[in-house]
């Protein structure tokens, strides 16, 4: 299997069937790899909602009902044909405190909650707003997240110590489990070369499971997590007292869980199509993430949004449309219902091996040389988001991120505020102030220290036609430059500003001289310092 090295090789083979792609055509061989990539993602899928399940402290079929219902729901509907959705970690962290104060029926309430503040985020068309995360934090999303998924394995790697709690493998078990997780990985770089008819993830743990089961090997399997076994999901609505005391308690958790939720969701499909060049698909993952976690909390299961760790399997394996989504979700409910004593034989160790290489895929390894030669500030927050995803949550590593960005980026539009001065040619006698940059709150307390009220002579030109005038914070400094000339008796003209700075300053609209050639961009935030309300309105 070829080992992804950039973002670029990821996304490059995601080409995936939508409405904003060219489809691709469906034969017998094309439906087999979609139906053979959601078999591998299915099995990647069971130990992954077992695992998220304890985290949010409830049962394992909690976890797995939401890997059904999500993973069908958006496989369907969802913005991106081939993300692959379920029960996530950055969600069950979320939710232990949740269950642990008022118990699982509430999650439920919370979940269906969570998906109504998503679809009314769809509807209003909020994911748009994802267009605003720089690159360098995707970088740092996606670093974040490889660790963050390699860090979980690592609890593969324990055993029960019969009291309660687990220690780490050690002697033979810990050798054995390692050489099934490297032989996992070497045959899935190994089985492309020598045929295509099986995916090289699913052919790894078709392999390691067969040695492990027929020589009795002591590693352990997905039945030692727990079972998993059980019936089709029941509708039930959630035996809550349904107050406005109630909705106290789920509101605040079900809005940090929509917005995680929908970031996690976002960002993979931005992720995506930033790089297949395709565009779209933001609000429409906003309305299936929200339907299908309303659904999942009316049919017992814990809600999840996105996983880019079973989406790059999903592409890995040869997934490319819905189908192969849809049919993951059906996999994992035969899991359930038919074939949970087959499932429960299968080794950790060749899902430990196949989660390794979509650790080496996920991995941005092209951003560790980006790192040298971008501007300081991007490396930085590149690597601040990646430290921020690992240990707080991805949320948070986001909002940091930008946040950090669009300070860089003040800091360094402020700096760019500068002026050239001259002796008009018009004016005798007059001077001249050319200003260059954007005047925003960021540069308008350097604008205001670029002149020399007291030694300029009577007669003073402010041009603006390099500049641009972005918000409030801009005109009062342009006011503020008025009032001081104005305090020693001296004459100020100002040109090149637009009809909207005329209506809108206080002290200097008058001064402004009208000329042909004025720009005619409108002011950030259009509102009336005069008289506290918007132009316009009465």
């Known amino acids: 299997m070829k080992r992804f090295t950039t973002l670029a090789d990821f996304t490059r083979l995601l080409k995936l069937s939508d409405g904003s ?42 976890g797995l009902y939401a890997a059904f219902i999500v993973g069908l729901i958006t496989a369907v509907f969802g913005g991106r044909p081939g993300m692959i959705s379920g029960a996530t970690g950055a969600l069950a962290v979320v939710m232990v405190s949740l269950v642990a104060q008022h118990g699982v029926e509430y999650l439920f309430a919370t979940v269906v909650l969570m998906g109504i503040l998503q679809i009314s985020a769809g509807l209003l068309k909020l994911g748009k707003f994802i267009r605003m995360v720089p690159h360098p934090v995707m970088l740092g999303f996606v670093n974040g997240l490889a660790i963050v998924i390699f860090l979980a394995q690592m609890e593969q790697f324990k055993l029960s110590d019969g009291a309660g709690g687990h220690e780490w493998m050690s002697g033979s078990t810990l050798w054995l489990m390692l050489a099934l997780v490297g032989g996992t990985m070497g045959l899935i770089a190994v089985i492309p070369k020598l045929t295509k008819l099986v995916p090289a993830p699913l052919g790894a743990i078709g392999v390691i499971a067969g040695l492990v089961i027929f020589f009795d090997l002591p590693v ?21 007292p349904w107050s406005l005391e109630t909705l106290k308690i789920i509101l605040p958790y079900s809005i940090i869980l929509a917005l995680i939720g929908l970031i996690e969701s976002l960002l993979t499909l931005n992720l995506v199509g930033e790089i297949t060049e395709n565009r779209g698909g933001a609000s429409r993952e906003c309305l299936a993430q929200g339907a299908a976690n309303t659904v999942t909390g009316f049919f017992g299961g814990m809600g999840g949004c996105a996983m880019i760790g079973q989406s790059m399997i999903n592409v890995k394996s040869g997934g490319r449309t819905r189908l192969s989504g849809i049919a993951a979700a059906l996999f994992l409910l035969s899991f359930i219902l038919f074939a949970s004593p087959i499932i429960e034989l299968i080794p950790l160790a060749a899902l430990v091996g196949v989660m390794f290489m979509v650790v080496i895929g996920t991995f941005a390894w092209q951003s560790l040389r980006v790192m040298r030669i971008v501007p300081r500030a991007d490396a930085f ?152 309300r918007l132009a316009g309105s009465h």
């Open 21 to 62: 792609a060219p489809q691709q055509s469906v034969n017998s061989s094309q439906i087999r790899i979609e139906v053979l990539s959601g078999l591998t993602v299915a099995l990647a899928l069971v130990p992954e909602a077992v695992a998220f399940s304890f985290v949010a402290g409830v049962e394992p079929l909690v």
């Open 220 to 240: 352990p399997r997905v039945g030692d997590l727990a079972s998993v076994e059980g019936g089709l999901p029941v509708f039930a609505i959630p035996q809550v």
């Open 381 to 532: 927050v590149i690597l601040l988001v990646t430290a921020v995803t690992v240990y707080e949550d991805l949320a948070t590593a986001v909002v940091v991120g930008v946040i950090v960005s669009a300070l860089v980026y003040a800091w360094n539009a402020a700096s760019r505020i500068q002026v050239k001065s001259r002796s008009s040619l018009t004016e005798i006698g007059a001077k001249v102030y050319e200003i260059e940059g954007p005047l925003f709150f960021g540069s308008a307390a350097s604008f205001q220290e670029l002149f020399d009220h007291e030694n300029d002579p009577e007669l003073v030109i402010i041009d603006f036609m390099g500049s641009r005038v972005v918000d409030q914070s801009a005109l009062q400094a342009i006011d503020a430059i008025s009032i001081k000339y104005a305090s020693v008796g001296k004459r100020l003209q100002l040109r090149h500003l637009t009809h909207d700075c005329h209506k809108l300053l206080i002290n200097a609209g008058q001064l402004i001289v009208d000329n042909d050639d004025d720009p005619d961009y409108g002011i950030a935030v259009d509102y009336d310092i005069r008289s506290g």
